[in-house]
């Protein structure tokens, strides 16, 4: 190993000494400086070198803390607002063009060439306006293996000349080649993996990212790229396992992408929230004009169900990058969730208007719909998923709570049935599980036990290695009688995913909690859910936009069973005051009849009668067969 590295320093001597440094004056650039990355022209011949050495030089530019640089998807908004194709090359001439759209100042354009057995190098920074220049660097590399290093040097040479101290370049200069990936092949499909991501989506970048790790299995940067992917998938488990193999590369990022493998790593691998934020937070510190630091802290405080904090950050980081779909995303996500509903359309009206085009938009969309009473505004959004891949399913599953909430088990049965089939058709498995553990759970808190218990089992059949579709089974197992089973799954559970804030402080609990319930033990369950505060209004399984508040739902049958009719009133009533985090969630339609339950504890008939007939008039043409239905008719027949 140690001759290696011996090898390995002599060659960057030697690379190093083929670079030409220009005698001239630095030009230090202020903090109000944008800098647009354009294209680094091929003129070998050689395909491997388009788009990839300018994926690399944003890498190695990307490591100063004190340049604020245009991203990729800055870029893609602005050659769509000039009505150019996303591919298009960001060349010398056009590159004017896009600063003016996008608010630029300098833009770093380069070419790489073939030169006797080796290659030749060259950076330009120019003015955007004036086309004067600002700095230049150049250099060779003595084969193709060099270049991608050679590259880096010329990157850090030009931080120099744009005026960085000295200090910051020493800690924040990774070689190039470590910071992406000695493999020009490797760093090739990452770059068209990236592009894939911000033309297409998720769907169409998984291939290529893996194509990437393929031919460098130690490329940071396209493990963690693949995880972030599989998590906008809900592949969970698969996301999970990609930034942990990236975490575990150190040696082989920058600063700046540590600090966000880290954050993925604490939040999609061992999902402790508090080390996840306080890193996103670090990150904020060292970076705080990087938009996904911002962006992605917004997201992490949906799982704790803080939505305004979540709206804070999506805000900043849409100011930051006005272009990135997943901001607007997460802002209209936080104010559906605050049911500051106008400003959620205004804010995808203004991703729309961008040309920017999401399926988690678009199931945004359908929620206000809901909410809104706006059934036309529901169909046209189905409409719009039909034969999407990642989205249909998605739909298909909103479309299946919409009829479940208004008691059309049968349909929505039938529509959770579809959801999955079409998440497995498109390889998309820990989602089909979750949609058939969705369903699952609907069916047992209906009371409908076989059906329930059959869902369960199906989970574990599609995913059993999903920690949220497991989670689902678990508790669907407990609430429907199998409490011994259950009992042994959870702690299995447990012991796998012991930094895990969701499971350990609202999952355990909520389902020791119903086990409690079954056992006719409510004071038990009420301790237990005591914990569960905190992340009451979260987003517990998978990235889901919005939650069922299932805790909230247990707390009030809980209270019920204890005979406290106050309490389990107010616990029900949350559910009706969060009708943006609810959604159109089984829990919502629900609380109704539970306030008519805790009425009537209370001696409250009057009121009673009437939360009764408003859970009926909201069921008026349910299914007659529906379990809780015939009980709650029941009930309301012998209230006088």
Same mark, same amino acid.
């Given at each position: 190993?140690?001759?290696?590295?011996?090898?390995?320093?002599?060659?960057?001597?030697?690379?190093?000494?083929?670079?030409?440094?220009?005698?001239?004056?630095?030009?230090?650039?202020?903090?109000?400086?944008?800098?647009?990355?354009?294209?680094?022209?091929? #003129?070998?011949?050689?395909?491997?070198?388009? /788009?990839?050495?300018?994926?690399?030089?944003?890498?190695?530019?990307?490591?100063?803390?004190?340049?604020?640089?245009?991203?990729?998807?800055?870029?893609?908004?602005?050659?769509?607002?000039? /009505?150019?194709?996303?591919?298009?090359?960001?060349?010398?001439?056009?590159?004017?063009? %896009?600063?003016?759209?996008?608010?630029?100042?300098?833009?770093?354009?380069?070419?790489? +060439?073939?030169?006797?057995?080796?290659?030749?190098?060259?950076?330009?920074?120019?003015?955007?306006?004036?086309?004067?220049?600002?700095?230049?660097?150049?250099?060779?590399?003595?084969?193709?293996?060099?270049?991608?290093?050679?590259?880096?040097?010329?990157?850090?040479?030009?931080?120099?000349?744009?005026?960085?101290?000295?200090?910051?370049?020493?800690?924040?200069? %990774?070689?190039?080649?470590? #910071?992406?990936?000695?493999?020009?092949?490797?760093?090739?499909?990452?770059?068209? /993996?990236?592009?894939?991501?911000?033309?297409?989506?998720?769907?169409?970048?998984?291939?290529?990212?893996?194509?990437?790790?393929? =031919?460098?299995?130690?490329?940071?940067?396209?493990?963690?790229?693949?995880?972030?992917? !599989?998590?906008?998938?809900?592949?969970?488990?698969?996301?999970?396992?990609?930034?942990?193999?990236?975490?575990?590369?150190?040696?082989?990022?920058?600063?700046?992408?540590?600090?966000?493998?880290?954050?993925?790593?604490?939040?999609? =691998?061992?999902?402790?929230?508090?080390?996840?934020?306080?890193?996103?937070?670090?990150?904020?510190?060292?970076?705080?004009?990087?938009?996904?630091?911002?962006?992605?802290?917004?997201?992490?405080?949906?799982?704790?169900?803080?939505?305004?904090? =979540?709206?804070?950050?999506?805000?900043?980081? %849409?100011?930051?990058?006005?272009?990135?779909?997943?901001?607007?995303?997460?802002?209209?996500?936080?104010?559906?969730?605050?049911?500051?509903?106008?400003?959620?359309?205004?804010?995808?009206?203004?991703?729309?208007?961008?040309?920017?085009?999401?399926?988690?938009?678009?199931?945004?969309?359908?929620?206000?719909?809901?909410?809104?009473?706006?059934?036309?505004?529901?169909?046209?959004?189905?409409?719009?998923?039909?034969?999407?891949?990642?989205?249909?399913?998605?739909?298909?599953?909103?479309?299946?709570?919409?009829?479940? !909430?208004?008691?059309?088990?049968?349909?929505?049965?039938?529509?959770?049935?579809?959801?999955?089939?079409?998440?497995?058709?498109?390889?998309?498995?820990?989602?089909?599980?979750?949609?058939?553990?969705?369903?699952?759970?609907?069916?047992?808190?209906?009371?409908?036990?076989?059906?329930?218990?059959?869902?369960?089992?199906?989970?574990?059949?599609?995913?059993?290695?999903?920690?949220?579709?497991?989670?689902?089974?678990?508790?669907?197992?407990?609430?429907?009688?199998?409490?011994?089973?259950?009992?042994?799954?959870?702690?299995? %559970?447990?012991?796998?995913?012991? +930094?895990?804030?969701?499971?350990?402080?609202?999952?355990?609990?909520?389902?020791?909690?119903?086990?409690?319930?079954?056992?006719?033990?409510?004071?038990?369950?009420?301790?237990?859910?005591?914990?569960?505060?905190?992340?009451?209004?979260?987003?517990?399984?998978?990235?889901?936009?919005?939650?069922?508040?299932?805790?909230?739902?247990?707390?009030?049958?809980?209270?019920?069973?204890?005979?406290?009719?106050?309490?389990?009133?107010?616990?029900?009533?949350?559910?009706?005051?969060?009708?943006?985090?609810?959604?159109?969630?089984?829990?919502?339609?629900?609380?109704?009849?539970?306030?008519?339950? #805790?009425?009537?504890?209370?001696?409250?008939?009057?009121?009673?009668?009437?939360?009764?007939?408003?859970?009926?008039?909201?069921?008026?043409?349910?299914?007659?067969?529906?379990?809780?239905?015939?009980?709650?008719?029941?009930?309301?027949?012998?209230?006088?």
């Amino acid at each position: 190993m140690r001759a290696k590295l011996a090898i390995a320093g002599l060659l960057l001597v030697f690379v190093a000494a083929g670079f030409f440094w220009y005698s001239q004056r630095s030009t230090r650039l202020s903090g109000t400086d944008i800098i647009l990355i354009a294209n680094v022209s091929n #003129a070998t011949g050689d395909p491997v070198f388009d /788009g990839s050495l300018q994926e690399a030089l944003a890498i190695s530019l990307a490591q100063s803390p004190s340049l604020n640089l245009l991203s990729a998807e800055k870029v893609a908004e602005g050659l769509r607002s000039l /009505g150019r194709p996303l591919e298009t090359a960001v060349t010398r001439e056009l590159a004017p063009q %896009l600063c003016q759209r996008l608010g630029a100042t300098v833009f770093v354009t380069g070419s790489i +060439s073939k030169d006797g057995g080796g290659y030749a190098l060259r950076l330009d920074a120019m003015r955007c306006s004036g086309d004067d220049a600002v700095a230049h660097s150049s250099g060779d590399a003595a084969g193709k293996g060099e270049v991608l290093h050679a590259l880096g040097i010329a990157a850090t040479d030009l931080r120099a000349k744009f005026g960085e101290d000295p200090t910051s370049l020493q800690k924040f200069d %990774l070689p190039l080649d470590r #910071a992406a990936s000695s493999s020009l092949d490797a760093l090739k499909a990452f770059s068209d /993996g990236r592009r894939l991501a911000r033309e297409k989506g998720a769907m169409d970048a998984v291939p290529a990212l893996k194509k990437a790790i393929e =031919a460098d299995s130690r490329f940071a940067l396209a493990h963690s790229n693949l995880a972030v992917a !599989y998590y906008n998938l809900n592949q969970n488990a698969l996301a999970a396992d990609h930034i942990r193999q990236a975490f575990e590369l150190a040696d082989r990022q920058t600063v700046r992408d540590r600090l966000h493998i880290t954050t993925l790593y604490y939040d999609l =691998a061992t999902g402790d929230v508090q080390k996840a934020i306080a890193s996103y937070k670090e990150w904020v510190r060292l970076y705080p004009r990087d938009d996904i630091a911002k962006g992605n802290l917004s997201s992490e405080y949906f799982l704790i169900g803080d939505y305004d904090q =979540a709206a804070t950050f999506a805000q900043q980081a %849409l100011r930051l990058d006005p272009g990135s779909a997943a901001w607007y995303e997460n802002l209209a996500t936080a104010y559906i969730a605050l049911q500051r509903l106008e400003e959620a359309q205004d804010i995808l009206n203004q991703a729309f208007s961008r040309k920017l085009e999401d399926p988690s938009m678009h199931a945004d969309l359908y929620a206000l719909a809901f909410l809104r009473g706006e059934p036309a505004g529901m169909e046209r959004e189905v409409a719009w998923a039909s034969g999407k891949a990642g989205g249909e399913d998605n739909m298909l599953a909103l479309q299946a709570d919409t009829e479940a !909430y208004a008691g059309h088990v049968r349909k929505a049965r039938e529509l959770s049935r579809r959801a999955v089939e079409v998440a497995q058709n498109s390889q998309l498995i820990e989602p089909a599980a979750i949609w058939e553990g969705i369903g699952a759970l609907r069916e047992a808190v209906y009371g409908n036990v076989e059906e329930a218990r059959k869902g369960a089992e199906k989970v574990l059949e599609i995913s059993p290695n999903s920690r949220d579709a497991q989670i689902l089974a678990i508790f669907v197992l407990t609430r429907v009688g199998e409490v011994r089973r259950a009992k042994t799954m959870l702690d299995d %559970l447990a012991a796998a995913n012991v +930094s895990n804030s969701v499971v350990q402080s609202a999952w355990l609990p909520t389902i020791r909690a119903q086990a409690e319930m079954f056992g006719q033990k409510p004071a038990q369950a009420l301790e237990l859910l005591d914990v569960v505060r905190p992340y009451e209004r979260g987003q517990l399984v998978g990235n889901l936009s919005y939650s069922c508040m299932i805790p909230v739902y247990l707390r009030a049958e809980a209270y019920l069973g204890a005979k406290r009719g106050p309490q389990a009133f107010a616990e029900f009533q949350k559910l009706l005051d969060s009708r943006g985090v609810v959604g159109n969630c089984w829990s919502g339609a629900l609380a109704h009849l539970g306030q008519a339950r #805790a009425q009537v504890l209370s001696g409250s008939t009057r009121a009673a009668r009437a939360s009764y007939q408003e859970f009926f008039a909201l069921w008026k043409d349910a299914d007659s067969d529906i379990p809780i239905l015939k009980s709650a008719r029941a009930e309301f027949a012998k209230l006088k």
